[in-house]
């Protein structure tokens, strides 16, 4: 998983947006509690930024250069399939840097 240390590399921005208590939000809660240690300490400059709203359905948003963003809905995803949506964007990024 060497593609998790080159995050700030492609990206300038991920946004993690979830709610504190809904089922659909689960997997992501799941997620940041196991990987977000881990990514910090592989990029720590680069912003990572967990956002809770109640009611909200769990997304992920990647800014790149140029104010390009780009959102993945991860509900009904599994903790497996957001860490791979993740690393899709940011294989995503490392094309267009």
């Known amino acids: 998983m060497a593609w998790r240390g ?7 921005e991920l946004r993690i947006l979830l709610c504190q208590s809904s089922p659909a939000s ?31 359905q769990p997304q992920m948003w990647a800014r790149y250069d140029m104010g390009v963003e780009r959102c993945v809905n991860l509900d009904g995803l599994t903790d497996p399939q957001i860490l791979k949506a993740l690393e899709n964007l940011v294989k995503s990024g490392a094309t267009k840097a």
């Open 6 to 12: 080159s995050i700030s590399k492609s990206m300038k």
């Open 26 to 56: 689960a997997p992501t809660r799941t997620f940041v509690e196991k990987n977000y240690k881990d990514l910090k300490s592989l990029n720590p400059k680069f912003p990572i930024l967990i956002r809770e709203c109640s009611g909200i």
